[in-house]
């Protein structure tokens, strides 16, 4: 079976902090996909990156950076000088390597960016 | 990236009447399509998962009578909730894989999400 945990529920921080977020997922399968998604208060989720089993290399993109740790089966995010807008619930998620499949989701971090 | 949308954005009705989702795939064919259904602080729970021209299979704990979903073409799915009650009162989403091609991973791409309250 594959389940996401992201154990925290929420983060609050003010404004030009760094801030991690964490996620462990479990599965069985040895190909998989890994993502993550923000939801804003509009609810419209937004794909922020996708990453396959077999690439553990981190991943920058602006102020954003991902730690991929197969050994201990985690996926965390960082936001590096956050910002208000970045205020949102974050979904942490896992699916098999097959195209057919779907995606399973964390139970999300709700990201409160104080000015 | 692909766009999916989703009709109406928010719908209001009475307890027992029938509502009808709709989700698009607006320039793409998604042979696949999933609808995911979100309460208040939680997170996206799979309801189902359609392919185009056959039957949906639904996650366990969904009623199949009850949240009706249909295939019909490769860039249509509806969903339609029947005699709704409050508690079915949710944000209901959509999303739609491209049809596959080969190897690579074909991504999954979401609606913007529908907004339902029964009164």
């Known amino acids: 079976a594959q389940k996401v945990t992201q154990a925290q529920t929420e983060i609050s921080v003010v404004e030009k902090e760094d801030v991690t977020l964490d996620c462990v997922y479990e599965?069985?399968?040895?190909?998989?996909?890994l993502f993550w998604y923000k939801q804003p208060p509009s609810g419209e989720l937004v794909f922020l990156i996708r990453?396959?089993?077999?690439?553990?290399q981190n991943e920058i993109s602006g102020r954003y950076s991902w730690n991929f740790q197969k050994s201990t089966s985690s996926f965390n995010f960082t936001i590096t000088a956050s910002q208000v807008v970045d205020s949102a619930v974050y979904f942490c998620a896992l699916t098999k390597y097959s195209s057919a499949s779907k995606i399973i989701f964390g139970s999300g971090t709700r990201l409160s960016i104080r000015p | 990236g692909a766009v999916v949308s989703q009709h109406p954005s928010r719908v209001i009705c009475k307890s027992g009447t029938s509502v009808k989702i709709e989700c698009r795939s607006l320039d793409f064919q998604a042979t696949t399509m999933f609808w995911y259904r979100q309460f208040p602080k939680q997170s996206l729970m799979l309801m189902a998962t359609s392919n185009e021209g056959s039957k949906a299979t639904y996650e366990q704990g969904v009623e199949k009578d009850k949240f009706l979903i249909n295939h019909a073409s490769l860039t249509l799915s509806t969903l339609t909730v029947t005699s709704a009650h409050p508690e079915d009162s949710s944000f209901y989403i959509c999303?739609?894989?491209?049809?596959?091609?080969?190897?690579?991973?074909?991504?999954?791409?979401f609606g913007p999400g529908t907004r339902l309250t029964v009164l």
């Open positions: 599965t069985r399968d040895t190909t998989y996909y």
């Open positions: 999303s739609a894989r491209a049809q596959t091609s080969g190897g690579s991973y074909n991504e999954q791409f």
């Open positions: 990453r396959n089993s077999f690439d553990e």
